[in-house]
């Protein structure tokens, strides 16, 4: 995922897709504690997205309220 092609998107979009992130990870968290996650990179890289895109919310949401 890459900030460049989050910025295109309106903040509902973000939204979406930082609960289905957000979820993801919690499933990828269940899944580490039951020890049944294979892919342990998947964590981290959920976590870093996340951010990614909750940066990218608040830099747009602060641009629109700036105009």
């Given at each position: 995922?890459i900030?460049?092609?989050?910025?295109?998107?309106?903040?509902?979009?973000l939204?979406d897709k930082?609960?289905?992130?957000?979820?993801?990870?919690v499933?990828?968290?269940?899944?580490?504690?039951?020890?049944?996650?294979?892919?342990?990179h998947?964590?981290?890289?959920l976590?870093?997205?996340?951010?990614?895109?909750k940066?990218?919310?608040?830099e747009?949401k602060q641009?629109?309220?700036?105009?």
């Amino acid at each position: 995922m890459i900030a460049k092609d989050l910025r295109s998107n309106s903040l509902s979009e973000l939204e979406d897709k930082l609960a289905n992130l957000v979820r993801e990870l919690v499933t990828v968290r269940m899944q580490k504690a039951m020890s049944e996650n294979k892919q342990t990179h998947l964590q981290r890289k959920l976590k870093r997205d996340i951010a990614r895109i909750k940066t990218v919310y608040n830099e747009i949401k602060q641009g629109s309220a700036d105009e």
